[in-house]
């Protein structure tokens, strides 16, 4: 009867063994993936905020187009009292 009670626990004991073995590898395996994804999260936030500087430093291009119409005008201007003086 004790030899039934062994075999019926030893059953036991390989299965959680082998269960735990198997947690074991999975958590080796995700664990670098996860060490990764937080060390992008983190460089993502610095480019993020890159990239609001840069927004924040090149809006007033969007203004070029009205400087290069101003600068025409009073270039034209210019030429026009260079004409008128004769030169």
Do not use: F
């Amino acid at each position: 009867m004790t030899h039934l009670v062994l075999a019926s626990n030893t059953g036991w004991v390989i299965g959680y063994a082998i269960g735990i073995l198997v947690v074991l590898v999975v958590v080796a395996l995700v664990l670098p993936i996860l060490m990764m994804a937080r060390r992008i999260g983190q460089q993502a936030a610095a480019i993020d905020d890159g990239l609001v500087k840069a927004v924040h430093n090149t809006a007033a291009l969007g203004q070029l187009a009205t400087t290069i119409e101003s600068a025409e005008v009073i270039v034209d201007g210019l030429r026009r009292g260079r004409n008128r003086l004769g030169g």
